[in-house]
T-cell receptor, first 116, second 117 residues
Framework: AQTVTQSQPEMSVQEAETVTLSCTYD???????LFWYKQPPSRQMILVIR??????QNATENRFSVNFQKAAKSFSLKISDSQLGDTAMYFC?????????????FGKGTKLSVKP | NAGVMQNPRHLVRRRGQEARLRCSPM?????VYWYRQLPEEGLKFMVY????????ESGMPKERFSAEFPKEGPSILRIQQVVRGDSAAYFC???????????????FGPGTRLTVT
């Protein structure tokens, strides 16, 4: 069974600085998809960035980028130039590419606080 | 282009009552997923549906919980005889396809917070 582990329950960063959130996963599949979701206090789940395992290039979306290490099964999220609006829970999620499974498997989340 | 709609946003039920949660997927999406989020936890998959079909209900409790996605109308998650442990946020997500494309993104609704008193 696939699992997703986020080892940092809480993190904080000063505004305008850079922070990296960790995520590791376990799977026997060769192709799969990885995501980072943001959940602000409104509780709305917002997709931040996605990575396809067969692509070696790390995904980037504006201030958000990932460090995808397939061999190590690691998928960390880097937030550059942190803003107060980045304060939220961040969830790492995995989706396999086999069978009829369509569900996302989530980690327990990292609570990020951006301080002024 | 409306996103995923869920209603109600908040639902209070007494123990033993039934809870009905509704989800309208994004326009053009035919796949719906339900997740449950307990306090201080990540989302846990419950069930995956296409129109008139349950594809995967491996995350759904065997008793009291059921889900449907009829040909017309929203998807419904029904919880019968609710207990305090059912108190949680229930999220619905939709996607255009279940597999076969590189784009596996799921778009989430705002969730329904169920409180059982």
């Amino acid at each position: 069974a696939q699992t997703v582990t986020q080892s940092q329950p809480e993190m904080s960063v000063q505004e305008a600085e850079t922070v990296t959130l960790s995520c590791t996963y376990d799977t026997s599949e060769s192709n799969y998809y990885l995501f980072w979701y943001k959940q602000p206090p409104s509780r709305q789940m917002i997709l931040v960035i996605r990575q396809e395992a067969y692509k070696q290039q790390n995904a980037t979306e504006n201030r958000f980028s990932v460090n995808f290490q397939k061999a190590a099964k690691s998928f960390s999220l880097k937030i550059s130039d942190s803003q107060l609006g980045d304060t939220a829970m961040y969830f790492c999620a995995f989706r396999g590419d086999g069978g009829s499974q369509g569900n996302l498997i989530f980690g327990k989340g990292t609570k990020l606080s951006v301080k002024p | 282009n409306a996103g995923v709609m869920q209603n109600p946003r908040h639902l209070v039920r007494r123990r033993g009552q039934e809870a009905r949660l509704r989800c309208s997927p994004m326009k053009g999406h035919s796949h719906v997923y339900w997740y449950r989020q307990l306090p201080e936890e990540g989302l846990k998959f419950m069930v995956y549906l296409q129109k008139e079909n349950i594809i995967d209900e491996s995350g759904m409790p065997k008793e009291r919980f059921s889900a449907e996605f009829p040909k017309e109308g929203p998807s419904i998650l029904r919880i019968q005889q609710v207990v305090r442990g059912d108190s949680a946020a229930y999220f619905c997500a939709s996607s255009p396809r279940g597999k076969g494309l590189a784009l596996y993104e799921q778009y989430f609704g705002p969730g329904t917070r169920l409180t059982v008193t």
